[in-house]
Each structure stands twice: as structure tokens, then as C-alpha cells.
């Protein structure tokens, strides 16, 4: 059985909480119709921003920014059409089902604007469960990214307890890289895919793996 969410967690990375059912966000309640459907502990509170589980209400926001080359064109599976879209949020919510884990939606606390995506997903290479972000441009620079991948990396170990997470950015990629060490993800390892060197950074549960 995961642990118990604890009612207030204080991370090396960001501030955060789990909501509280009876204190639901304003901003959460206006972005998604479904807000009252999802379970309060898994909705997350940052300093600055919402993460809440990605349902249905959130497609047409989902399709807009995955079929931004610029924002998915180097992500894994690439930029995706509406069909495809519907079918990885059909996954991901099945992932939550079985997982206790899986992607948030990233929105502004206050005004709840839709900032970009964050979560785990399990790789399809069978290298294991794995971190992912994808901000829109203008939400770059600000450590939004930063700030919503360290609260799902912190839900992740010490609420759904999953032992070992993995980040893959390739090695050109500064950007992601400098957010996968910044919440604390350590150069592990890397591979070759379609002629890019691939680098796995990690992460385990109890700082290092199990002896």
C-alpha cells in the first residue's frame, strides 16, 4: 500500500501541499468542471502553482500545446494530432488508476491559466517510470518547470512510493537537463536514439538505489 499523503510536505525545491477537499482552489474549480471528481490528495500546491490530475475537461488545452512544435517536437512520441491526444490522456488516466501517480496539469495558482504538463509516464522502452515537463514558451525562464517537476518527483518517492525515477533529455537539451538536476536528479546513464545521444538522470527514494 503507497503511504499516507501527509497533510503538509516542505521540499529542497519548492513549497508544496496537498489540497485539502474542503479548501479546493477557486482557480481549480473554474479551469476544470471536474474538479470536485478528482481525489484531494493528489492535487498539488506549489508556491506559485495548481497541479491537479489531467481529465477530460482538459483535452482541448492538451491538444493545443502537443501539437506545438515547439514545445513537442523533441518530447518522446513527438508533436501528436487530436486522435492521438485523446488516446495518451485515456492512458494517463488509467496510469493514475493503477499507479497512484501519473501526469498533472500545470496552471497558475491564482488565475488558473493553463501554464503546460508535468508527471510520470511509464516508458515505453521498458526503461522505467519516468519524469517528463512541457511548458508553453512564455512560461519558460520563470522555474515553473523546476517548480512543478519537483513537486511531481516529491509526490512520486514519498506518496504513490516509487522507488526509482528516471528523466531522459538528450544531451543538447541544457534546458531540460539543468531542471532535471535542479530537483535533484543525478547523471546516471545514457543510449542512442534516432542519432541523438540520449541521457538518463535518476532518482531513488531513499537517495540512493537499495543495497
Not at 17 to 46: F, M
Not at 47 to 55: Q, S
Not at 151 to 178: K, P, Q
Request: net charge positive; hydrophobic share 45%; charged share 20%.
Amino acid at each position: 500500500m503507497a503511504p499516507r499523503p501527509p497533510s503538509h510536505i516542505v521540499l529542497s525545491t519548492a513549497r508544496w501541499s496537498v489540497e485539502d477537499g474542503a479548501e479546493r482552489s477557486p482557480a481549480l474549480a473554474a479551469a476544470s468542471p471536474l474538479a470536485d471528481l478528482i481525489p484531494a490528495g493528489r492535487i498539488l500546491r506549489t508556491g506559485r502553482l495548481l497541479l491537479y490530475p489531467v481529465t477530460y475537461a482538459d483535452l482541448p488545452e492538451l491538444c493545443r500545446i502537443k501539437a506545438d512544435p515547439g514545445v513537442f517536437a523533441i518530447m518522446l512520441g513527438g508533436i501528436r494530432n487530436s486522435l492521438q491526444t485523446a488516446e495518451d490522456l485515456a492512458a494517463d488516466i488509467a496510469f493514475w488508476g493503477q499507479h497512484n501517480v501519473g501526469m498533472w496539469a500545470v496552471r497558475d495558482a491564482h488565475t488558473g491559466h493553463f501554464e503546460g504538463l508535468t508527471g510520470l509516464m511509464g516508458r515505453p522502452d521498458g526503461r522505467g517510470m519516468s519524469i517528463r515537463f512541457a511548458f508553453w514558451p512564455e512560461a519558460r525562464g520563470r522555474g515553473y518547470a523546476r517548480e512543478a517537476a519537483g513537486a511531481a518527483l516529491r509526490y512520486a518517492h514519498d506518496v504513490a512510493g516509487v522507488e526509482r525515477v528516471i528523466g531522459v533529455a538528450r544531451e543538447e537539451n541544457w534546458g531540460s537537463r539543468m531542471v532535471l538536476g535542479s530537483i535533484g536528479m543525478r547523471h546516471a546513464d545514457s543510449f542512442m536514439r534516432d542519432g541523438y545521444r540520449m541521457l538518463i538522470y535518476e532518482s531513488w527514494r531513499m537517495g540512493r538505489p537499495p543495497a
